[in-house]
């Protein structure tokens, strides 16, 4: 009941296209679902984040939306770069201390 | 520039030596944590720390140990009863307790064990 599952496990993307990342949870209790973005050889980097009151959040080209009632939330990256080529991990946090549970991730190749 | 630093960023031992990560951060963050990451299947919690001389376990804490003396260090030993050693160990600061703030994280050590 604590895991993310994420996918797609890999995602080929042409440039300008949207990229889409699926994430489903069972554990009603969690609050806060960020997702980070990692370059090769880097940390994960915070990329935006929602909580369960909204449906939707908007930062750019990155749309995070939210299911509630499915339990599911995606990342959508709209006209996708080269540059966006990283793994993405959504994740889900519970209760008052910011233990996160991350998704498995998803490597993104986005091709001129 | 504040930030995390890990070190050192490769790192290679022989089967059998217990080895010490280090994680250093200039956040003035309360809370300090040490992730794990393996190809797919992302990243899991071995200790984290919410204040200077306390620590939990996370999720595979089992082979692992750390210590918390000071706020900005968080070192991570990586024991000889650690079965599967070799991966790639983050290092991640957070301000506290607060509902959402973001994880930092270092750029990491990628430990490889023979």
């Known amino acids: 009941q604590q895991q993310v599952k994420q996918s797609p496990q890999s995602l080929i993307v042409q440039k300008g296209g949207i990229s889409i990342i699926n994430c489903a949870y069972e554990?009603?209790?969690?609050?806060?679902f960020p997702w980070y973005q990692q370059f090769p050889g880097k940390g994960p980097a915070l990329l935006i984040a929602?909580?369960?009151?909204?449906s939707e959040k908007k930062e750019g080209r990155f749309t995070i939306s939210f299911n509630k009632s499915a339990k599911q939330f995606s990342l959508h990256i709209m006209d996708s770069q080269p540059g966006d080529s990283a793994t993405y991990f959504c994740?889900?946090?519970?209760?008052?201390?910011?233990?996160?549970?991350f998704g498995a991730g998803t490597r993104l190749a986005v091709h001129p | 520039d504040g930030g995390i630093t890990q070190s050192p960023k490769y790192l290679f031992r022989k089967e059998g030596q217990n080895v010490t990560l280090s994680c250093e951060q200039n956040?003035?963050?309360?809370?300090m944590y040490w992730y794990r990451q393996d190809p797919g299947q992302g990243l899991r919690l071995i200790y984290y720390?919410?204040?200077?001389?306390?620590?939990q376990k996370g999720d595979i804490a089992e082979g692992y140990s750390v210590s918390r003396e000071k706020k900005e260090s968080f070192p991570l030993t990586v024991t000889s009863a650690q079965k599967n050693p070799t991966a790639f160990y983050l290092c991640?600061?957070?301000?506290?307790?607060?509902?959402?703030?973001?994880?930092?994280f270092g750029n990491g050590t990628r430990l490889t064990v023979t």
């Open positions: 554990n009603t209790a969690f609050d806060y």
């Open positions: 720390s919410q204040i200077v001389n306390d620590f």
């Open positions: 929602i909580r369960p009151d909204v």
């Open positions: 994740a889900a946090k519970t209760g008052g201390y910011n233990k996160l549970i």
């Open positions: 956040l003035n963050h309360d809370a």
């Open positions: 991640a600061s957070s301000p506290g307790q607060g509902k959402d703030t973001p994880l930092h």
